[in-house]
């Protein structure tokens, strides 16, 4: 069975980092890209950037609110993501989740950013 | 950025009856390819979104044949041709033709 499971979400204060990690089972991790979707309180879905497998260099992107300040990293070896956020903003506030894009999303984990 | 609107924002739907969800794009959504990479997706209140559709009409494994996707170019069509109590929720059209990656404003179905 696929399974992503986030972690890491947290109170943090504004300009403060944190880091988020999807561990997944169930495919061929090394082989899949991952996404990373967020969702604000009652609001919509947010790209927030994906990172390709080794065979794509581990090739990432970012949406635009984030890029410059996000970074993503993986371990194949651990099955597992990873979505750095540095500077962070009231704005960052949301459910992050991470995907393959496909039928297969986490559960979520809320990072809120406050004073 | 190539945006997506969707309309309604809110439908009342009874049930039994079909339903109908619009997504319009800023662009086409053809890739060079010759692909269309519309998706719709599913969120159930306090569940992480589902997708239902991908490529504008192929239902996901597990997917109800109620739902279907339809459309071309810049004007795209989810329809739920029955609607049951457990269809309720955030819909989502998504596209991934041009980057980055965009999602539709939502439209909440909810029963009368």
Partial sequence: ?115 | DVVLTQSPLSLPVTLGQPASISCRSSESLVYSDGNTYLNWFHQRPGQSPRRLIYKVSKRDSGVPDRFSGSGSGTDFTLEISSVEAEDVGVYFCMQYTHWPPFFGGGTKVEIK
Avoid at chain 1, 49 to 59: C, D, E, L, T
Wanted: glycine share 10%.
């Fill in chain 1, 1 to 115: 069975e696929v399974q992503l499971v986030e972690s890491g979400g947290a109170l943090v204060q504004p300009g403060g980092s944190l880091k988020l990690s999807c561990a997944a089972s169930g495919f061929t991790f090394s082989d899949s890209a991952v996404h990373w979707v967020r969702q604000a309180s009652g609001k919509g879905l947010e790209w927030v950037g994906r990172i390709r497998s080794k065979a794509n260099n581990y090739a990432t992107s970012f949406g635009a609110s984030v890029n410059g300040r996000f970074t993503m990293s993986r371990d194949d070896s651990k099955k597992t993501a990873y979505l750095q956020m540095n500077s962070l903003q009231t704005e960052d506030t949301a459910v992050y989740y991470c995907t393959r894009m496909d039928n297969y999303w986490g559960q979520g984990t809320l990072v809120t950013v406050s004073s």
